[in-house]
């Protein structure tokens, strides 16, 4: 699967921006779909994650501000990022996960700029 981000930019702290992630390939609805995102001189984190039956979880930093969501009918799944603050900038990564046959398969976007200043 191919995953294509975008929807980052540049916004003042408690502004809002949507990132999307768009999938290629079938059998979308199958795979456990997420955001990571790494800040200049920190490890790379996960901020969120979607299964297939729609459960979702987030760090503890994104509750009650990011929503995560899919549309499976459009291989896509979005972040909703409200409230944003300086220390949410990042790189995004669109990240999506499937086991077939007992193997694990990570596939990664090309990652989408946010940043937030104060």
């Known amino acids: 699967v191919q995953l294509q981000a975008s929807g980052g930019g540049s916004v003042q702290a408690g502004e809002s921006l949507r990132l999307s992630c768009a999938a290629s390939?079938?059998?979308?609805?199958?795979?456990?779909m997420g955001w990571h995102r790494q800040a200049p001189g920190k490890q790379r984190e996960l901020v969120a994650t979607?299964?297939?039956?729609?459960?979702?979880n987030y760090i503890d930093s994104a509750k009650g501000r990011f929503t995560i969501s899919r549309d499976n009918a459009a291989n896509t799944v979005y972040l909703q990022m409200n409230s944003l603050k300086p220390e949410d900038t990042a790189v995004y990564y669109c990240y999506a996960k499937t086991v077939r046959f007992g193997i694990t398969y990570n596939y990664w976007g090309q990652g989408t700029q946010v940043t937030v200043s104060s």
């Open positions: 390939g079938s059998s979308f609805s199958n795979y456990v």
């Open positions: 979607i299964g297939s039956g729609g459960i979702t």
